[in-house]
């Protein structure tokens, strides 16, 4: 257990610090931007890349997790679970490309040229994001290190590349053409260091009957990541519509703010995922409940530290660093930084559902929360603008990563496990005082 231990930590620590460079790197290119394009501009990117994002979940057909884990129960079988993973994420990745190209050239919420041709950019871009299957197969053998590497020699070179092209003044479809680029270099990435692991894609070990299980299997996996992307980034659409592309701009400054912080769960989580898996398939279930628990408590300790240091500065760091163009969105992050508080959580609980082989509660949930945000945005958008978006925003994570768990008897478990985690910040972490004895 303590080679696990370690294995696991040497993970952690290789993915958190891929994110926290990355993290740096994109901080300071949205800043740039911000600054350079002001809230018109900024607003009108921030747009089209929502638009993409929208149908990113038809890209990953819901396998990312579920892949991991076939890959570490049937290690053996690799070549196959890889190569038909890949052809089925080929096939979703098209599939998006072809969607955003079609709203592209028909102008479907599109109000000018730059932004049509900017998102045709992009969607052409996103075709290359099926590369990224082979990720998976480094998830299961705990080995960050060869993606971290190879991720950040891109991030940060591309970095430079759009910090020359905001000083340059290049313009809109430069700069898109550069963000989808660089999505087609990461993707290629992928190939390159799975190659140089010593293994190939093997076209031949396609099994497209196994691929459509697999599909079945992810099909609330697929519907759970349409809603959940609903509720990430339909404010952004739903801004434009019901407000202005400025809103869009100030909107998008304070929740890049907030949701940059995200990683630090999707690195604690991924790296844990193997572990539990081994707990449940050695129906150690005692060690099992404890250690999601732990999790739990962990999570939401650095979501509840992190709302409360992000409200305390937002006013002055969005001053600051983004300029008085940007101070409305001080308050927009002030309310958007405590969804991440239940954000944390849920990633845990959206690695648990697939454990207990319980996928359609993540549909359940999500959709819950997906259907509150957009009647809560409808509401509250015409008057309040992107401070209403993000009331929205939190309201609707508070549902569908907490609340929608209580009402599921296979589920109320982990609504129990994450009641005890949030009762920690008013306790003082009572429970936990018996380890400084």
């Known amino acids: 257990m303590s080679t696990l231990v370690k294995n696991v930590t040497r993970n952690a620590s290789w993915l958190m610090s891929e994110k926290?460079?990355?993290?740096?790197?994109?901080?300071?290119?949205?800043?740039?931007?911000?600054?350079?394009m002001g809230p018109e501009g900024f607003g009108k990117l921030s747009y089209i890349i929502a638009i993409v994002a929208m149908f990113a979940p038809l890209a990953a057909l819901g396998m990312n997790a579920i892949?991991?884990?076939?890959?570490?129960?049937?290690?053996?079988?690799h070549d196959k679970i890889i190569a038909t993973t890949l052809a089925m994420r080929v096939f979703g990745s098209s599939s998006v490309s072809l969607i955003c190209?079609?709203?592209a050239i028909c102008g479907i919420g599109l109000t000018n040229e730059e932004s049509r041709w900017g998102l045709i950019v992009?969607?052409?871009?996103s075709a290359f994001s099926c590369f990224s299957v082979l990720e998976f197969w480094f998830q299961s053998k705990m080995a960050a290190k060869v993606v971290t590497r190879m991720k950040l020699a891109i991030v940060l070179f591309f970095s430079l590349i759009k910090i020359i092209a905001i000083y340059s003044d290049a313009e809109f479809i430069v700069l898109v053409s550069v963000f989808a680029i660089e999505n087609v270099f990461v993707g290629l990435g992928f190939v390159y260091i799975y190659y140089k692991d010593g293994f190939k894609l093997v076209l031949k070990s396609v099994d497209f009957q196994y691929g459509l299980n697999l599909v079945k299997r992810s099909f609330w996996l697929i519907l759970s990541g349409f809603a959940a992307i609903i509720y990430l980034k339909i404010d952004q659409i739903m801004l434009e519509q019901l407000s202005s592309t400025s809103e869009v701009g100030l909107y998008a400054v304070a929740a890049r703010m907030s949701e940059v912080w995200y990683f630090f769960a999707d690195a604690i989580v991924i790296s844990l995922f193997p572990s539990l898996l081994l707990l449940k398939q050695q129906n150690n279930n005692k060690k099992y409940l404890v250690r999601l628990q732990k999790l739990s408590d962990i999570l939401l300790l650095l979501g509840f530290v992190l709302a409360i240091f992000v409200t305390i500065i937002?006013?002055?760091f969005i001053g600051v660093v983004f300029g008085s163009d940007y101070l409305s969105s001080a308050l927009i992050l002030q309310i958007h930084i405590w969804a991440c508080v239940f954000v944390f959580m849920r990633s845990m609980v959206s690695k648990w559902?697939?454990?207990?082989?319980?996928l359609r509660y993540s549909l359940i949930s999500h959709g819950l929360g997906a259907v509150i945000n957009v009647i809560v945005n409808y509401l509250l958008i015409p008057t309040y603008g992107g401070v209403g978006a993000a009331a929205a925003t939190l309201i609707s994570y508070f549902v569908a990563s907490y609340l929608a768990f209580w009402f599921g008897r296979k589920t109320r478990i982990m609504a129990i496990i994450m009641s005890r985690s949030l009762l920690l910040p008013f306790t003082f972490g009572y429970r936990y005082w018996s380890i400084f004895k």
Do not use: W
């Open 353 to 358: 559902l697939i454990v207990e082989d319980l």
């Open 314 to 316: 937002a006013k002055p």
């Open 20 to 36: 926290v460079v990355v993290m740096g790197a994109n901080l300071l290119v949205n800043v740039l931007l911000a600054r350079s």
């Open 101 to 103: 190209l079609t709203i």
């Open 122 to 125: 992009l969607c052409l871009a």
């Open 67 to 77: 892949v991991t884990r076939e890959l570490i129960n049937s290690p053996d079988q």
